[in-house]
C-alpha cells in the first residue's frame, strides 16, 4: 500500500504536514491519515482502532479532557481522585528554561513540558552537562514551549493549554537501569491490553499482555523483548486504578509505573499513536476497533 511513510522520513513528513495546519481539522485529518496508512477515514462508517479514534477527534470533543492532558493540571485530578503518593515529586514549575536554576536542583531529574508529547529529557548527572549540554536544552523547551501540540495530530484536547516546564524528581528502580512502563488501553473503563515498555532509554522495545498477563502476538514498529517480561508486583491494582481513572470514557490509554513496588500515575492518552500508528495486525485493528462503541 502507498504511504508518505514508505518514500520520505519522519522530519520530511511533520515539515510537510505543519505547512498545512491552517486547513480546517477534518481535512487535514483526511490528510494526514492517508499519508501516513494509505486509505482515506471513512467518517460516515469508521470500522477500525485507529480509524475510530479519529472519528472522536470530531464528533466527541470533551473540553474536560484538557485537564486531563496537560500534566501539571491532572496533578491535582490524581491527587484528589487516587492519592499524591501516585505522583512523581515535583521539583519545579518555570514559565521558560532561564528561569530555571540548575545549582538548587539535584543531581538527577526529569524535565517535560506540560502541554505536548516527547519533549521529556532525563537528567541522570547534571554534573556532567557541558555549556554545549545547556544549549541544547534552551534550544529545545524554548521551541517546545512555542508549539501549539493541537496542530500535530489534531488532538482537541490540547489546543490552547498554557505552556510550562515541569521538573520531577527522577524516580530510580533498584536493580533495573531503567524504568518500565506500564500503558492500559481502557473502553469504557474496561482494560482490555497492556502495552509493556522496556528499555526506554536504549534499545526500547514493545510487548503486548492481556488482562491475565499472556503475552498477545501483537506486533508493534518496536521489537518484543528478548527477555522474558516479568509480571509486574502491583499488576491486579494498576488493573483496578486505570478502570478507576477511565469511567465514563469511549476509550483511552491509560500509562502508569511501577518503582520498587509503589505504583506512579503516567499520563492520560485519549489518542494513542495520534490515531495513525497502523502498526498492529489487521485482527487486532479490528477488535480493538470494535471494543470502541459509538454512538
Not at 485482527?283 to 471494543?291: A, P, T, V
Request: contains cysteine; neutral net charge; aromatic residues 16%.
Amino acid at each position: 500500500m502507498f504511504t508518505l511513510k514508505k518514500i520520505m522520513g519522519r522530519k520530511m513528513r511533520k515539515t510537510l504536514m505543519n505547512s498545512l495546519f491552517f486547513l480546517p481539522d477534518k481535512l487535514y485529518l483526511q490528510l494526514f491519515y492517508f499519508a501516513a496508512v494509505g486509505k482515506f477515514i471513512n467518517f460516515k462508517s469508521p470500522e477500525g482502532y485507529n480509524e475510530k479514534l479519529q472519528w472522536l477527534k470530531i464528533n466527541r470533543k470533551n473540553p474536560e479532557y484538557s485537564k486531563l492532558v496537560d500534566k501539571l493540571a491532572v496533578r491535582d485530578h490524581i491527587k484528589n481522585t487516587l492519592g499524591e503518593e501516585y505522583l512523581f515529586p515535583l521539583l519545579g514549575v518555570f514559565n521558560s528554561f532561564d528561569e530555571i536554576n540548575f545549582a538548587e536542583l539535584p543531581n538527577q531529574f526529569v524535565l517535560k513540558c506540560n502541554h505536548d508529547s516527547g519533549s521529556t529529557k532525563v537528567i541522570k548527572d547534571k554534573s556532567a552537562l557541558t555549556e554545549k549540554d545547556f544549549k541544547e536544552l534552551r534550544t529545545h523547551f524554548s521551541n517546545r514551549l512555542k508549539h501549539d501540540y493541537f496542530y500535530a495530530g489534531r488532538e482537541y484536547p490540547y489546543k490552547g493549554i498554557k505552556s510550562c516546564i515541569m521538573i520531577e524528581k527522577l524516580m530510580v528502580d533498584t536493580g533495573k537501569s531503567d524504568i518500565t512502563d506500564y500503558k492500559f488501553f481502557c473502553f469504557d473503563g474496561v482494560p482490555k491490553v497492556l502495552l509493556v515498555a522496556t528499555d526506554r532509554q536504549t534499545d526500547c522495545r514493545f510487548d503486548y499482555f492481556d488482562m491475565d498477563f499472556n503475552h498477545l502476538d501483537i506486533i508493534d514498529h518496536f521489537p518484543q523483548s528478548e527477555k522474558p517480561i516479568p509480571k509486574p508486583l502491583c499488576f491486579d491494582k494498576m488493573k483496578e486504578l486505570a478502570a478507576q481513572l477511565s469511567q465514563g470514557i469511549k476509550t483511552v490509554r491509560m500509562d502508569f509505573y511501577e518503582i520498587n513496588g509503589q505504583i506512579y500515575f503516567g499520563e492520560y492518552t485519549f489518542f494513542s499513536g495520534g490515531g495513525f500508528d497502523l502498526y498492529i495486525q489487521p485482527e487486532w485493528e479490528k477488535q480493538m476497533g470494535d471494543w470502541i462503541k459509538l454512538d
